[in-house]
């Protein structure tokens, strides 16, 4: 790795002293040029000294959104600083997603393996999404979840013969659309009493036994959501 600079900010002096002994015990190469312990400190900093990288720390001053706000700026000023996150926020996911969405190129949690050579050197060589263990271990567990849920939907889909029209008319109802509301979508080229054949015709398919005569909407919604016809992180209606 090639010598570069610094800048970390850290609020916790005992952490920042830690981070500090980090650097200097395991990436060498590193040339801290400064450390901060808020906002204000930061950007009297890098007025004077532009850094290769900013390791910065979430929650400053007991506000979990400074860290956030720093990314965006410095993003805004199209600063040539990487920008990787170290932090001890390791349960509040959404203050990842906001981080990245500022321009960080990357997150390591303070837990873990923590801050490695290799996570500072993949950084500085320009590669975004740099995360530690305890992060990619969720990143994982997700994609897992996510792909499975796929598959089954698929599978949903040849087993219970449905086609995108059946899609379209469960979503809809799941939405709270009436069958004369989805009879006028433009996606949909039935009108209502096709509609309602095409609700037994479901009903006869995803209840298979016998139970069709007790099967009101809410139950037939509800059962392809069980099945993963349905995603109810997808549930968007089409265009009227």
Known sequence: ??????????D??????????IFKNEIPEANIIGTAQNEEEFWELISK????????????????????DICRKLREKETSAKILIF???????????????AGADGIILKSGELLTPGDVQSVLSGKRYVFNQPILKKLVKRFRRSVLNEY????AFVKYDIDEYDEIFLRHLALGYTKDM???????????????????????RLFPHGESERINVPRLVTRAFELRILDVDNLEPDEE
């Open 87 to 101: 932090t001890g926020e390791v349960l509040n996911e959404k203050l990842w997603v906001d981080a990245l969405d």
């Open 49 to 68: 000294d532009t850094p290769d990288l900013v390791l910065l720390d979430l929650g400053l001053g007991g506000s979990t959104t400074v860290g956030v």
């Open 182 to 204: 989805i009879a006028n979508l433009r996606s949909m080229p039935f009108g209502t009493k096709s509609l309602e054949k095409r609700q037994v015709e479901l009903i006869n």
């Open 1 to 10: 790795m090639n010598k570069f600079n610094v800048i970390i900010v850290e």
């Open 12 to 21: 916790v002096m005992l952490e920042l002293r830690g981070t500090v002994e």
């Open 152 to 155: 089954r939907r698929q599978e």
